[in-house]
T-cell receptor, first 114, second 116 residues
Framework: DAGITQSPRHKVTETGTPVTLRCHQT?????MYWYRQDPGHGLRLIHY???????DKGEVSDGYSVSRSKTEDFLLTLESATSSQTSVYFC?????????????FGPGTRLTVT | GNSVTQMEGPVTLSEEAFLTINCTYT??????LFWYVQYPGEGLQLLLK?????DKGSNKGFEATYRKETTSFHLEKGSVQVSDSAVYFC???????????????FGQGTTLQVKP
């Protein structure tokens, strides 16, 4: 199994509070991704990173920001949590081949915004 | 735009039955195609992949063939087991002018339940 951990695994927070989710990898892979999983929508890409300090938006990036200050960590921040951000969040990594399309997923974080 | 459409679930089968989960896609160019599986309470695991037309991906008794003519990548297994109960996701890799972007587009997932 790819060495990917996510923390916390479960979190309940109130509307309007900031929340940060952490993804940590031990594989030294270049690419990292944040997805959210909601019933009927499959997985949707929030943000991704193609290297330290290099990030870009996915299809559902509004209300989220990311940071990657070192290869192994990719942080997702909900700047002011809303109930619509209640979801399961997955981190994924890929690499080190030249065609980085095969992704490996972490165990997920279940976030509930009340 | 780019999209993946899977058959709606849940799919309920008896053990040893034949499985087909349909997947069709819309994409620019020739993306790579994937099937991922998610067991309860876990993240997604790559099940199989195909990178060009007519390629067949296979793993753990599952197979899927990349059909460019019908833009399809249907998942099949000849004899399912209770342990195959999971959610299955079809996905494609997004392409830009220089090739793969590293980004995937997922279908909505199909739940498979296998009964003894």
């Amino acid at each position: 199994d790819a060495g990917i951990t996510q923390s916390p695994r479960h979190k309940v927070t109130e509307t309007g509070t900031p929340v940060t989710l952490r993804c940590h990898q031990t594989e030294n892979h270049r690419y990292m991704y944040w997805y959210r999983q909601d019933p009927g929508h499959g997985l949707r890409l929030i943000h991704y990173s193609y290297g330290v300090k290099d990030t870009d938006k996915g299809e559902v990036s509004d209300g989220y920001s990311v940071s990657r200050s070192k290869t192994e960590d990719f942080l997702l921040t909900l700047e002011s949590a809303t109930s619509s951000q209640t979801s399961v969040y997955f981190c994924a990594i890929s690499g080190p081949t030249s065609a980085p399309y095969e992704q490996y997923f972490g165990p997920g974080t279940r976030l509930t915004v009340t | 735009g780019n999209s993946v459409t899977q058959m709606e679930g849940p799919v309920t089968l008896s053990e040893e039955a034949f499985l087909t989960i349909n997947c069709t896609y819309t994409a620019t160019g020739y993306p790579s195609l994937f099937w991922y599986v998610q067991y309860p309470g876990e993240g997604l695991q790559l099940l199989l992949k195909a990178t060009k037309a007519d390629d067949k991906g296979s793993n753990k008794g599952f197979e899927a063939t990349y059909r460019k003519e019908t833009t399809s990548f249907h998942l099949e297994k000849g004899s399912v087991q209770v342990s195959d109960s999971a959610v299955y996701f079809c996905a494609l890799s997004l392409l830009d002018g220089s090739g793969n972007t590293g980004k995937l587009i997922f279908g909505q997932g199909t739940t498979l339940q296998v009964k003894p």
